[in-house]
Nanobody, 121 residues
Framework: QVQLVESGGGLVQPGGSLSLSCAAS????????MGWYRQAPGKERGLVAT???????RYTDSVKERFTISRDNARNTVYLQMNSLKPEDTAVYYC???????????????WGQGTQVTVSS
């Protein structure tokens, strides 16, 4: 009932920048938190950054000072600006959102399909 569509991944050299976006659509009454997670080959999916509806943010330590998460509540969209990228940032990046559906006001948690980010020279 809620679809998340990511865009913006690709190949970038170390030290470069990429911007990801994720738009939510469907039977949405309200989106609460939105976030980005990533999964590198052979590793578990882990948190990159989250943002509440009010704009409070949280980052995993390895991306602090380099990545910035933001959102547009009117567009149900979350963004991730990634600067000073390192090879260890290479992973599939997944968008996540939780909130309330309409009608019925039931809770939902949804994931995007993932977008590949590769940092390599």
């Amino acid at each position: 009932q809620v679809q998340l569509v990511e865009s913006g991944g690709g190949l970038v050299q170390p030290g470069g920048s990429l911007s990801l976006s994720c738009a939510a659509s469907g039977s949405i009454f309200r989106i609460n938190a939105m976030g980005w997670y990533r999964q590198a080959p052979g590793k578990e999916r882990g948190l990159v950054a989250t943002i509440t509806r009010g704009g409070s943010t949280r980052y995993t330590d390895s991306v602090k000072e380099r990545f910035t998460i933001s959102r547009d509540n009117a567009r149900n969209t979350v963004y991730l600006q990634m600067n000073s990228l390192k090879p260890e940032d290479t992973a599939v990046y997944y968008c996540n959102a939780d909130g309330i559906l309409t009608p019925g006001l039931r809770d939902f948690i949804s994931w995007g399909q993932g977008t590949q980010v590769t940092v390599s020279s």
